[in-house]
């Protein structure tokens, strides 16, 4: 399946927005390896296709941009990562988009074709993200998110309706979550929102 993803119809997103205040500075300004954190995950990605960075008013332009095809900017602050969803559906120049978040290094290129891989399965299907099963009950790991760029209505209408979590698309049709692949470590969702949390992950590359 993955060899047969045709990269000319899909986008990769990367969401950088955020202001990160538990990090104690917009996490767009990070630094992972002695580069710019957008420039490290595009070199980490290899990703073969077009490429667009969601950025929030105030903090367009973080180091590294220049590295990505296209720069679009949500309308408003501080209006939540589902804001940033919308913003990457609307911007797509392909009918398919893979979405990041900035803040997960250790999502690679084959967790982004997984994703896809698995959409493309699904033509019924709107959007994809992933669960998986922790003391019992199923975690939503909404990123890395698979979609179809003609979910932005319903995403629109979620987002007017009060929704700012992806994970609350799988309340809406066409949105589902489906288990990782058996051979995806749990470190695939290494989130950093702490200074410690970036320091951990920092010594753990070398």
């Known amino acids: 399946m993955l060899a ?61 941009w220049k590295r990505f095809d296209h720069e679009a900017t949500d309308p408003v602050a501080n209006d939540g990562p589902l804001r940033g969803v919308l913003t990457a559906l609307q911007n797509a120049a392909t009918p398919l988009i893979v979405i990041a978040t900035l803040d997960m290094p250790c999502v690679g290129l084959d967790h982004l074709q997984g994703s896809l891989s698995q959409l493309a399965a699904r033509p019924d299907c709107l959007g994809l993200m992933f669960r998986r099963p922790i003391a019992g009950y199923d975690q939503i790991e909404p990123f890395p998110f698979a979609c179809r760029v003609d979910a932005a209505r319903i995403v629109a209408e979620h987002l007017a309706a009060g929704g700012r979590a992806p994970r609350g698309l799988l309340d809406q049709p066409g949105f589902i979550s489906e288990l990782p692949p058996d051979h995806w470590p749990t470190s695939v969702w290494t989130n950093l929102n702490r200074p410690e949390e970036l320091q951990k992950f920092i010594e753990s590359i070398g």
Do not use: C
């Open 4 to 64: 047969n993803l045709d990269y000319s119809r899909i986008t990769l997103a990367v969401l950088a927005g955020g202001e990160g205040r538990r990090m104690g500075l917009p996490k767009a300004n990070l630094q992972i390896a002695g580069k710019p954190i957008l420039e490290y995950l595009l070199d980490h990605f290899s990703w073969p296709g077009q490429t667009l960075l969601i950025t929030a008013p105030g903090l367009e332009h973080p180091p590294g």
